[in-house]
């Protein structure tokens, strides 16, 4: 059974790195069937897919916040990682990784884990 | 890119039928066959529903169903049950090598 367990601090300042991994158990990251991806949600608000990275190091972000993110795999502790640079009050949201697979869906999701930006 | 639109909310009674809509773009529902569903209890992680428009995953009740028309793809649940309450999003492939999820429905079983 595949398991996705996400790691990083719950609190982090503005202007700051957010920076979260995922730890990936009952599947690999070196697999070359499925992309990797980070998805958030805002307290009371909808689902925003943040980005993937897949196993030849390539990646994809969201317009919206490329400019910010930078999503990487590490295939020999099997974990792939997350960091957000000059955080504001509007990223604070529950982050979950979740298996992307090469049809596109979401298959298996961590349980996710909440990032509160704040001084 | 603009988030998928669905409805905010969404009724029905027990044993009754309802459909949740999500209506995109040529760029993203419209051009391919890659829309996906997912349901939400609250404080749990988002649970894969179905995949490639109608495609259940193993598991999955057949009480959930999907389909594709144009730029808006539709889910139906029937024989509503109380579990189904929920929040429940549509996922799109995009021409952008993206993804982009719906606004969400809140679904309730009177």
């Known amino acids: 059974q595949v398991q996705l367990q996400e790691s990083g601090p719950g609190l982090v300042k503005p202007s700051q790195t957010l920076s979260l991994t995922c730890t990936v158990s009952?599947?690999?990251?070196?697999?070359?069937?499925?992309?990797w991806s980070w998805i958030r949600q805002p307290a009371g608000k909808g689902l925003e897919w943040i980005g993937r990275s897949y196993t030849s190091g390539s990646t994809n972000y969201n317009p919206s916040l490329k400019s910010r993110v930078t999503i990487s795999l590490d295939t020999s502790k099997n974990q792939f990682s997350l960091k957000l640079s000059s955080v504001t009050a509007a990223d604070t949201a529950v982050y979950y990784c979740?298996?992307?697979?090469?049809?596109?869906?979401?298959?298996?999701w961590g349980q996710g884990t909440l990032v509160t930006v704040s001084s | 890119q603009s988030a998928l639109t669905q409805p905010a909310s969404v009724s029905g009674s027990p044993g009754q039928s309802i459909t949740i809509s999500c209506t995109g773009t040529s760029s993203d529902v419209g051009s391919y066959n890659y829309v996906s569903w997912y349901q939400q209890h609250p404080g749990k992680a988002p649970k894969l529903l179905i995949y490639d428009v109608s495609n259940r995953p193993s598991g999955v009740s057949n009480r959930f169903s999907g389909s594709k028309s144009g730029n808006t793809a539709s889910l139906t649940i029937s024989g509503l049950q109380a579990e189904d309450e929920a929040d429940y999003y549509c996922?799109?492939?995009?021409?952008?090598?993206?993804?982009?999820f719906g606004t969400g429905t809140k679904v309730t079983v009177l």
């Open positions: 009952g599947g690999s990251t070196s697999s070359g069937s499925y992309y």
């Open positions: 979740a298996r992307n697979t090469l049809r596109f869906s979401f298959d298996y």
């Open positions: 996922c799109s492939y995009t021409s952008s090598t993206t993804h982009v």
